[in-house]
Each structure stands twice: as structure tokens, then as C-alpha cells.
């Protein structure tokens, strides 16, 4: 397999250049539909049956496997086709290779990974090897969103799965992912009574200063040794600056290991909104967790054991490492299917115009997936 691929180094290159090359923001609906047709295409070509899930609004999600019948297979691979980046910017800055690096939206986040796993099954029928029987791989449209029309997709075909295997680029230093933070985000809004605050400032009840204690309050619930973080991202309030503001709200962002400690968190931000300390003003707090935790267990660990093995037979050192991003990962890790996030090239800078794809890790990480996909299909 690694002679194949070292042979075909180029035309993976031609492909990701294509992909990059498309626009396929989350909310671009055609765009990510062109990079699933183009998609769908190639694996049909590969004899594979593609199963098309239409979306009203979004990018259409695509279902692929070699028999058609999802109990056949016992691995799923989640890949994603949207990327971050607005209509219009592949035009601007097109994919383009300088030195040892490969540039372009979303070249390693993770149109990179999607060329990877083609390459990796070509890679496996060109040895004349059975394992792709074993694998289903879900291409999905709107992950950088949130997963809102594919969280059910992903955890449907999760059931019955022995691994899950997501292909989130690599981390700057190789590492595949074993554990990411869950996630939830919520809206917290202060009613207060405007009033001017130069005439009759005391008839005022400033929503502002209720929000500022509100905020000091959720910051404490941080507590960085236990991987739980809070950060208000955007705060909004008032009309004018001698008005005693009668609204304001803020965007919150949690994190967090565990589940155990997302329940924790609820029940305080129920305790922080559940009295004012400006007299007169009313709180509400819309929202809730939206990402499980990717939690380590047990079953991750063998799973692990089982890639490093085969990276260390590739001459491949790998590590594992937690990271605090969050991944459609979450939602398999959460339904006890051992997973492991990261499988694609390495890269970084991902969401930036910077964003890159380190070259030489492009055939090792493709070569890497095909001899994972092999020695879990034994199972």
C-alpha cells in the first residue's frame, strides 16, 4: 500500500486542489453539494453505494459503503465538507504550494482528510484487501455549525459500530485526539428600566449593572484544573450612554470534561440566575449543552493501543492528546463506541487564512489510516 500511494502522491494533490478550490461554507448550500457530488462520484467509480440524505437548507450529508447494507460494517468514518470560510474566498486564495507546505480554506480542516480516506481505500482495493466491507463513512455538511442536521445521521449510524474513527486533522505535532471537551452555549438576557441618568437616574434599574455582576459570578465557576471554562464572548446592552439601560445580554461559552461536571454546571448557572442583585431587573438564561465530553475510557484505550501499534510497524511514533476544540467525535464517544479523533494529515493554523497542510505527513497519515482500517476490520 505504501507503493501505491507514494505513486499516486500527485493525483491526491490534484484532488485536494479541486476540493479547496470549491467554496464550501456551512451555509453555502450549493457549495458543499458540489464537493459531495464531486465526492459521490469517486466512490461510486470505486463500485461503493453512496446514499444521498437531502437537507432543505444545508448541504446534503452522504452515506458510503462497499455493500449498501450499514449492519455490515463494524467501522465508521465521520468526515466533514463544510469548512468556515465565506463564498468567494477560494477565489481569492486559492490553494497554492510553497516549500513543504500546501495552502488554501480549508485545506487541512478537512478537505486534506477527505482526499486521505479516498486514498486510503483505493490504497486498500488496489491490494486486493476485504477490509473496506467493514467500513461505512459518513460525509457530512455542517459540522463547523454545530452538527445541527447531522448529529442524528452520526449517532444513528453509530449504533452497532465497534470503532469510530474522525478525521479532524492531526495536532501540530502528530497527536490524535482521545478526549475533547464538551461544549454548550448559552444566551443570558437583564431586563432592567431605562431612565435618564443625569435628571432621574434613581427611577432607573440598569440592566447593565445586573449583567456585570451576572458575569463576574459565571467566571467563578472556571475552575482550570478540572478542564472547566467559562468565557462570555459578546455582551450587548443599552440605547445611549446617559441612559440607564433597560436591556442587555450576553453570548456564553462553556467547556468542560465530563458529563458529570456539565450537570454540575447547569445547577450553578440555575443558583447564578436565580436571584438579582439589582433590585428590579428580571433574568433569563436560554440555551444548553450542545457537544457531549469525548471522554478517555477503557474501550478508547485499546483502540489507541491498536493505532499505535500499527504506527509504530509504519515507523510512525504516535501520541494521544486531549484538546479542548469540539468534533462530531463527541457524539459517538457518547454513545460508548470507542473512538479516536485526529486520523487526518497534520496542519495547523485551521479557521485562518494562514491555515496549512504539512505535506510530508500526507502519504504517511493516508498509509496510517489504511493499516488501522485493515487491522480493526479483524475484529
Given amino acids: 500500500m505504501k507503493r501505491y500511494l507514494e505513486e499516486h502522491r500527485d493525483e491526491m494533490l490534484q484532488l485536494l486542489e479541486k476540493l479547496v478550490n470549491i467554496d464550501s461554507g456551512s451555509n453555502d448550500k450549493d457549495g458543499v453539494n458540489q464537493v459531495g457530488h464531486l465526492l459521490r462520484d469517486i466512490y461510486q467509480e470505486l463500485d461503493f453505494h453512496v446514499h444521498k440524505v437531502e437537507q432543505a437548507d444545508l448541504g446534503n450529508h452522504f452515506i458510503v459503503s462497499k455493500s449498501g447494507n450499514p449492519s455490515d460494517a463494524t467501522i465508521l468514518i465521520l468526515a466533514h465538507m463544510d469548512t468556515v470560510f465565506e463564498k468567494g474566498t477560494a477565489s481569492t486564495r486559492p490553494f497554492k504550494i510553497e516549500g513543504n507546505r500546501a495552502y488554501g480554506p480549508g485545506v487541512i480542516d478537512m478537505k486534506a482528510s477527505i482526499v486521505s480516506v479516498i486514498y486510503a481505500v483505493k490504497a486498500l482495493l488496489h491490494s486486493q484487501n476485504d477490509a473496506c466491507g467493514k467500513v461505512e463513512i459518513l460525509l457530512t455538511s455542517d459540522e463547523e455549525i454545530g452538527s445541527p442536521t447531522s448529529r442524528e445521521l452520526i449517532e444513528k449510524h453509530a449504533v452497532g459500530k465497534k470503532f469510530a474513527l474522525v478525521m479532524e486533522p492531526a495536532r501540530k505535532n502528530g497527536a490524535i485526539v482521545s478526549a475533547r471537551r464538551g461544549k454548550g452555549q448559552y444566551t443570558l438576557e437583564v431586563l432592567g428600566k431605562a431612565a435618564h441618568s443625569g435628571i432621574e437616574p434613581e427611577k432607573g434599574r440598569s440592566a447593565i449593572e445586573e449583567l456585570a455582576y451576572k458575569i463576574i459570578q459565571l467566571y467563578e465557576i472556571t475552575d482550570e484544573e478540572e478542564g472547566i471554562h467559562v468565557n462570555v464572548g459578546l455582551i450587548e446592552g443599552g440605547t445611549s450612554v446617559n441612559t440607564?439601560?433597560?436591556?442587555?445580554?450576553?453570548?456564553?461559552?462553556?467547556?468542560?470534561?465530563?458529563?458529570?461536571?456539565?450537570?454540575?454546571?447547569?445547577?450553578?448557572?440555575?443558583?447564578?440566575?436565580?436571584?438579582?442583585?439589582?433590585?428590579?431587573?428580571?433574568?433569563?438564561?436560554?440555551?444548553?449543552?450542545?457537544?457531549?465530553?469525548?471522554?478517555?475510557t477503557e474501550q478508547t484505550e485499546k483502540l489507541l493501543r491498536i493505532i499505535k501499534r500499527v504506527g509504530d510497524e509504519l515507523d510512525l511514533f504516535i501520541k494521544d492528546t486531549e484538546t479542548g476544540g469540539g468534533s462530531d467525535a463527541s457524539f459517538t464517544s457518547a454513545l460508548g463506541i470507542p473512538t479516536v479523533d485526529g486520523l487526518g494529515p497534520v496542519g495547523g493554523r485551521a479557521h485562518r487564512e494562514s491555515e496549512y497542510l504539512e505535506l510530508d505527513s500526507f502519504v504517511p497519515r493516508t498509509l496510517l489510516l489504511a493499516h488501522v482500517i485493515n487491522e480493526l476490520a479483524k475484529y
Fill in 244 to 296: 440607564v439601560s433597560d436591556h442587555a445580554t450576553a453570548q456564553i461559552d462553556v467547556r468542560f470534561r465530563t458529563q458529570e461536571q456539565a450537570e454540575e454546571i447547569k445547577e450553578q448557572m440555575a443558583e447564578i440566575i436565580a436571584s438579582t442583585e439589582v433590585d428590579g431587573t428580571k433574568v433569563k438564561l436560554e440555551g444548553d449543552i450542545n457537544r457531549p465530553p469525548m471522554e478517555k
